[in-house]
């Protein structure tokens, strides 16, 4: 191990091998699907003295005849004697050697048989400083987030971005998003309150099975339609990382993740908290399905009156018949929302 240290202030570990060493490979050697698949990747990109690569099937992690032949056509052309194949022996040292520049970051994914290409130092480094630089996550999320891109890359050389759409949203912006994609209303998301962030995979590179190499999205869409439940693996890389750092995720949203556990938060109850914490109005909320439903007095002390849902408060549309006093809850809401560090969790 070595490291490197970036001007933006981010000390990396850097592994002096291109990717994590294989087991033995080959007759009498515990076949393991992600070294195979690895091997069988360098051969279908290292061509023989004909310019025809070796492998030419599609990778599927097995030692079949197809990959044997390949690899002893390999050791024949290189004049290479070695059964089985060993990590750092001259059948791996001359296929790395012979891998053209462009594959030279070649890896596999430990337990699968996903082939992707490592970042760099440099773009891990980026994504730490852009979450560094962020002023609008709460400071223990925001260590947690930059740790996790930190050991992401370390373990994997994978870097994880925050999508475009997955820093600290605006109330307003949730109003804009539909109810497929998520139920909660204006004020009723921890990413309100600066601890949630979807943290993807964006330009993560790939080889398929047939040895096209891809280049993905924040939400890895291309390898979940070619990989279907493999490419979960991806995902589990991620989160076994993200758990070990206390974050959390909910359940239908991948890459979102979260400083407090979804099943000892109520988001429409932790609102009314904040609400009251920061107004002049009480405040009441009854959940009826996936919807909350608030009743409020109205800042008359006396008197709990429906007023709708959080959607139908932040756009002028709650349940009384007064525009001023629709107005007036509305901005309790924005008084809210521009107090949203003062916000806490309640189950």
């Excluded at 994590?20 to 023989?48: C, F, H, I, S, Y």
């Excluded at 979450?131 to 891109?149: D, L, N």
Aim: glycine letters at 10%; a positive charge.
């Amino acid at each position: 191990m070595r490291q490197l240290r970036h001007g933006l202030g981010v000390t990396l570990c850097v592994c002096s091998l291109a990717w994590a060493l294989p087991a033995a490979v080959g007759e009498g050697a515990a076949n393991a699907p992600e070294d195979v698949t690895l091997l069988q990747a360098m051969l279908r990109v290292v061509k023989g003295p004909g310019g025809r690569p070796y492998v030419s099937f599609r990778m599927d992690g097995e030692l079949g005849a197809g990959t044997k032949l390949a690899l002893a056509a390999f050791q024949r052309d290189n004049k290479i004697v070695e059964s089985p194949v060993k990590p750092e022996g001259p059948t791996w040292t001359a296929l790395r050697a012979a891998l053209p520049g462009a594959y030279a970051g070649l890896r596999v994914l430990p337990g699968s048989r996903i082939v992707y290409f490592e970042a760099t130092a440099a773009e891990a480094a980026k994504s730490i400083y852009e979450i560094e630089s962020y002023g609008e996550f709460e400071t223990g999320f925001q260590k947690q987030i930059v740790e996790m891109v930190r050991r992401m890359y370390e373990e994997h050389r994978i870097v994880l971005w925050i999508t475009l759409t997955g820093w600290r949203r605006a109330f307003g912006t949730q109003a804009t998003i539909s109810r497929r994609a998520s139920w909660a209303g204006p004020g009723e998301s921890t990413h309100h309150y600066g601890r949630a962030c979807d943290l993807g995979f964006r330009d993560f590179r790939w080889m398929d099975a047939g040895g096209m190499v891809r280049t993905d999205t924040d939400w890895l869409e291309k390898m979940s339609r070619e990989l279907g439940p493999a490419s979960w693996k991806m995902w589990k890389a991620r989160d076994t990382i993200a758990f070990s750092l206390g974050l959390f995720k909910i359940a239908w949203e991948g890459v979102h993740l979260q400083a407090v556990e979804d099943e000892r938060v109520n988001n429409a109850r932790s609102l009314v908290k904040l609400l009251e914490k920061t107004g002049g109005m009480k405040w009441e909320v009854e959940t009826k399905g996936r919807v909350a439903h608030y009743r409020c007095d109205l800042g008359r002390g006396k008197g709990m009156v429906p007023v709708g849902t959080a959607q139908e408060i932040w756009t002028g549309r709650a349940l009384v018949g007064d525009a001023a006093m629709r107005k007036a809850l509305r901005e309790e809401f924005e008084k809210a929302e521009r107090n949203w560090r003062a916000w806490e969790a309640v189950e």
